[in-house]
């Protein structure tokens, strides 16, 4: 058998390609589908089962684009109501070619479709020799039970969720694998850890959501403190469930002058300049937000960019506007009104205003809190890990929330802005800066830097 993971950094998501005897299935596939496409071909593998765990939240699936590409056939949850072309999948149903069998397991709970996916390599034994298990089981975690509104509570859910892992899941022996669709940093689940594969025994002891407790005080523990879910999310379920078109139509990215920048803008479009934060800090278009391409950019992007407004990007240069397009994508984030030709120097070099945004490290910060300057540190981590440990004073809004609870804060305060390394606080700066604020500093190096120094936590 022939198996991989690819795992995305960006989205924090991790598909896979399994394959036999000249045949393969690919399971969670990302929206650009090439890569899967080409590893197949240097294994000597047509890709025949393209399958969906469940209609995803948080990124556009590739589903449609594979199988168009590919002839394959696309299973999913029978009662995901999918719009496309495929095969409903039911409790126990098989996919066989070469030696590799994969039995469908219905895990209802994260969604009412969610399956995971049982494969055996049967030249090696008869016994199951690991799970892919998307959403439902995460390594150290389980999937969110909120996601879908009204259409269903999140307690009801819950319920689901605990019987599908105690009643299927933990079933399976201490030896099998698990594979699941995220790993650190995804909002489908509340403190996913940072490994990106386990065993079923290694999760039976430390998962903390797979310890014996009644189905009442799962179902408590699975709806409680939960972070609000990002308004994407509902818009790319649905997305998925159409099947998203090719991205080969999005049409070419047009280059734009200063002034054409400044129309679009006009017109309501966002400046999203995707750069790094020193970089962006140094000089930028006012009222730009920032997201690095080098972090979980196409996440953040569908988290804080408003949905309905056109961006044009500031990049390094067309490689990385043509990354950052890509990435968009990635999360349902189409209507690019263009790039800025020549980047942040051309709008400089057109005479209009350039912003600036203050960089600062850990030392000074901790001078001017331990000082007693009147100073406001916002802290944009998330819970669990402001939990973990956190500056005395600062004032937790998370990241995702803080374009809504900006009013909370002081418009006149001088801001530090801190996360955990210092990515999401630049995003945070700029957020701050487009509502309004004019003494805003991203601290560099973030929590793990003022930890390492030493300095006091609460």
Known sequence: MYFRQFYLGCLAQASYLIGSEGEAAVVDPRRDVDEYIDVARQEGLTIRHVIETHLHADFVSGHRELARRTGARIYIGASARAAFPHVPVVEGREISFGGVTLRFLETPGHTPESVCVLVTDRSESPEPKLVLTGDTLFIGDVGRPDLLGAAMSAEDLAGMLYDSLREKLLRLPDSVQVFPAHGAGSLCGKNISSETSSTIGQQRLFNHALQPMSRAEFIRLMTSDLPEAP???????????????????????????????????????????????????????????????????????????????????????????????????????????????????????????????????????????????PVVVVDVRRPGEWAAGAIP?????????????????????????????????????????RAGFDRVTNVAGGMAAWTRAGFETV
């Open 231 to 373: 308004a994407y999310f509902r818009r790319d379920v649905e997305l998925n469930r159409a099947g998203a078109g090719s991205l080969e139509d999005l049409p070419a990215i047009a280059s734009l002058d200063a002034g054409g920048v400044a129309r679009a803008v006009e017109k309501g479009a966002v400046v999203l300049d995707v750069r790094p934060s020193e970089a962006y800090g140094a000089a930028h278009v006012p009222g730009s937000v920032q997201i690095g391409l080098s972090g979980q950019f196409a996440s953040w992007a569908g988290t804080v960019l408003p949905p309905a407004s056109p961006v044009v990007l500031v990049a390094a240069d067309s490689t990385a506007a043509a990354e950052a397009r890509m990435r968009l994508a990635r999360v349902g984030l189409e209507d690019v009104a263009g790039e800025l030709s020549g980047g942040a120097a051309a709008w400089r070099e057109s005479g209009r205003r350039v912003a600036s945004t203050g960089q600062t490290d850990v030392e000074d910060l901790h001078r001017r809190v331990s000082g007693g300057d």
């Open 393 to 433: 004073g600062a004032r937790r809004i998370s990241l995702h929330e803080l374009s809504r609870r900006a009013a909370e804060v002081d418009p006149g305060a001088t801001v530090y802005a801190i996360c955990a390394g210092g990515y999401r606080s630049s995003i945070a700066t700029s957020l701050l800066e």
